[in-house]
């Protein structure tokens, strides 16, 4: 047998297996150092990449914005001043370096300016904002091609704006330099309170009220209706029988009234009204309800016509429309042709239900109040004088007796007696005359003789001996404020008021015709004004503008518009325009408005016309401030 | 038959010997080569990423401060070369002293610009990094307003020349835009 010894070197096979395991790792090893030669250098040029490229980005800030034109540009300096020129540049022999120029396209547009998101294709170009790329392509030391890219949009985003907030200095000043005043306004536009521009509402000061002038006529009976209309008072009065029930007065001077004429009626007489040269008096006579007094002679006045309505019923109201005249008794309403008032005709009669008081015309309604406690207000329509017809009714809450009725826009004013319950004074929406609905109400403690209405304040002959005059702010009826309160020497039974005079007929026998005011000259309302800025200089002819937007008040059926003028010549011409660069459009958006933009580009100095309008009842809007903003090309 | 006796044997042969001895020799020979590539390797990226960090910090930092600046005051000869401005009483410069860059923080404390006496020197480089060659070159906008940024160049050192390992040189070169 052989016999094998044991062998205690290394197999070629153990050498071969260690060699290869030492192999490896040499090799891995390598691939790693090199690995990481490769990334260092790599990263090193980067670095130096980053930073051409933050030159290039700030480089492009400072350029004129005129020079962004799309395209592929490399940057020279120039007389310690950044050149964009077509190409690329290569620098350190090693980096190219692009700065790409594109232009930028938005989703929407308005008046000119784009605005949005911006998008890839299609959209709006938007020549406020670019797109630059700064590419920067070098063959690294490690052999490989690399790049780098900076992406980045410029927006013309600086922006100045002019505000205005106060127009109190007033007008006349045609180049911006007191920030309170403006150019011209229309009379309509009120600026007399700081801080706002607004139409004129016939604001008054109830503090300033006093009693500027009364007349006693000696004798007489008590007051039942009073009527003003230009330098006349025309008063009327229960029988008297001794003596007129008719006078008329001279009220030019609020501070020195005259009686001119007075005429004896033989009858009480309930109401008055004139129209032209003639005075339409109701009577409770039961022969000549109707009676015409011709006053075209205030000196001498001169009755010319009378008419009998079949029914012995006292006369209550009377009313004029131009042609018609109406009387209302106690339970019916008549019409009359007035064509030739001096021969009234008979036209139509329609029954009320039940003892009217009062009524007051307002364009084609009578609206009748009456003591029926279920229909307190009833509505005729007048439409058709021979044909009335009764549309609507309203029942107060409550059993209530009204005394008084005042008609003005959409709202009727009711005075009802003394209601142990609530109010005393209603007011009612009748802008849908056959259903009026309740707008607001206002407790008196005490019963309301009469109601009128000046601009947006109340006048109320109250039944309150400490407070015959009552005056209440009115705009808006869910919160009626209380604007004054006098204490006459007597109640004022009728009146009428105009600007700030009120005309009481008064149950003092002292001074039956009372005159009443705040003294104010001007208590002008308007339902439309405009106001023209001062000419605001931007200081540079490379502009353009950006919006306008303003804030204020803006009830409901009012406005607030704008237009814009620009000019590169502070003199004008001053053409104001809206968004679509005519004078037919208005810029009506408070809150932001485009203004035009390829109109006024490049016009260094600018105007602005703000339009107030109102189509409601004592509502006006308020201006508080507006603002243009406007941005000089960088 | 004859068994020939071959007697056991102990010890290492001759050929072995040698074998191993040149194994281990080319074995300690590409270890060290790895070990002294490593090495350098790793002294290179030291160097290279200490300059290259220091770089954009300072770029960074003087991009922070420049974009703030209202105005530039060109005060060559001066060593600070320009006078930065930031309302309302602000005043920077920029100056290298002993191979470091210094930003320098001014208040006015009614001294009046230029003076100096408040200054709090910031350090904008690391200790083993010299800063040289610093050049400010203020620049004009497109509508020829001058001074409305400024073109920077400076010069990192890491390490001695002699060392070629850890031995890093750039220059840098940007541009910093006033706001």
Known sequence: ?634 | MIFNKIKKQNGVSLVETIAYIAITAILLVSIIGLMMNVFNTRKNIESSNSVHHNARFIVNFLSNRIHNVDYINNVDPDPAQLHFYEYPDNRYSLIIEDNDLIWQETKDIGEGFPNQSTAEPILLNSKKVHVSDLILIPISDGHANENRGIKISFTLTFGNINDSFSYTQKTFNTFIGLR
């Open chain 1, 1 to 634: 047998m052989k016999e094998y010894k044991k062998q205690t070197g290394f197999s070629i096979v153990e050498l071969l297996v260690a060699i290869a395991f030492i192999s490896v790792i040499v090799v891995t090893i390598s691939t790693i150092s090199n690995f990481n030669n490769k990334v260092l250098k790599i990263n090193e040029e980067r670095t130096q990449t980053l930073l051409y490229g933050i030159e290039a980005a700030e480089a492009v800030k400072l350029l004129d914005w005129d020079d962004l034109i799309a395209n592929d540009y490399y940057l020279e300096l120039n007389a310690n001043q950044w050149e964009l020129l077509p190409g690329s540049e290569l620098i350190d022999n090693r980096y190219t370096r692009t700065i790409t120029i594109e232009d930028v396209y938005r989703e929407n547009i308005s008046n000119g300016h784009a605005y949005d998101q911006i998008v890839s294709s299609g959209g709006n170009i938007d020549p406020d904002t670019k797109k630059v790329i700064v590419t920067i392509d070098w063959e690294s030391k490690s052999g490989l091609d690399k790049q780098e890219i900076l992406e980045f949009y410029l927006h013309r985003w600086e922006s100045d704006r002019w505000s205005q907030s106060d127009w109190a200095g007033g007008a006349g000043q045609e180049t911006w330099a007191d920030a309170t005043r403006f150019s011209a306004k229309t009379s309509g536009m009120d600026i007399s309170m700081e801080g706002v521009v607004t139409l004129k509402s016939g604001f008054l000061d109830w503090n300033n009220g006093t009693t500027t002038d009364a007349y006693n006529i000696s004798g007489g009976s008590t007051v039942q209706d009073i009527y003003q209309v230009g330098d006349y008072a025309y008063m009327v009065t229960n029988n008297y029988s001794s003596g007129s029930e008719f006078y008329v007065f001279d009220v030019s001077d609020i501070y020195d009234v005259q009686l001119l004429d007075n005429m004896n009626i033989s009858a009480s007489v309930t109401g008055v009204k004139v129209d032209g040269d003639y005075a339409f008096l109701s009577s409770k006579s039961d022969n000549r309800e109707l009676q015409v007094i011709d006053i075209s002679n205030p000196y001498d006045i001169d009755r010319v016509a009378e008419y009998n309505i079949s029914g012995n019923r006292n006369g209550r109201d009377v009313a004029v429309d131009g042609t018609e005249v109406y009387i209302v008794r106690r339970d019916d309403l008549s019409s009359f042709s007035i064509l030739d008032p001096e021969d009234p005709q008979f036209l139509d009669i329609i029954d009320i239900d039940d003892y009217a008081i009062a009524m007051h015309l307002s364009e084609d309604y009578i609206f009748v109040v009456t003591e029926e406690d279920d229909k307190e207000l009833q509505v005729f329509d007048i439409t058709n004088p021979a044909n009335l017809d009764q549309i609507g009714e309203y029942d107060l809450p409550g059993d209530l007796d009204a005394t008084d009725i005042y008609v003005q826009g959409n709202r009727a004013y009711i005075g009802v007696e003394n209601n142990p319950s609530g109010d005393e004074l209603f007011i009612l929406d009748i802008s849908d005359p056959q259903t009026p609905s309740f707008l607001g109400g206002y407790e008196i403690s005490s019963t309301i003789y009469s109601v009128s209405i000046i601009g947006p304040y109340a006048i109320i002959g109250t039944g309150d001996s400490n407070e015959e005059l009552l005056v209440l702010d009115v705009s808006f009826p869910a919160t009626i404020n209380k604007a004054g309160g006098f204490d006459l020497d007597g109640f004022l039974y009728a009146s009428q008021s105009n600007c700030s005079v009120v005309y009481g007929a008064s149950s003092n026998t002292n001074q039956e015709l009372l005159l009443f005011s705040t003294e104010d000259l001007d208590c002008g309302y308007s339902n439309t004004g405009n106001l023209v800025s001062s000419t605001y200089d931007t200081g540079d002819d490379q502009l353009v503008y950006n919006w306008i937007s303003w804030s204020g008040t803006q009830p409901l059926d009012t406005t607030i518009r704008f237009q814009i003028a620009t000019s590169n010549n502070p003199a004008g011409p001053w053409n104001f325009v809206g968004p679509d660069g005519s004078n037919s459009t208005y810029y009506d958006n408070a809150s932001h408005n485009f203004i035009n933009y390829s109109h006024h580009q490049n016009q260094r100095y600018l105007r602005y016309k703000v339009f107030l309008d109102t189509s409601s009842d004592l509502q006006v809007p308020v201006l508080e401030e507006v603002n243009i903003s406007y941005s000089i090309y960088p």
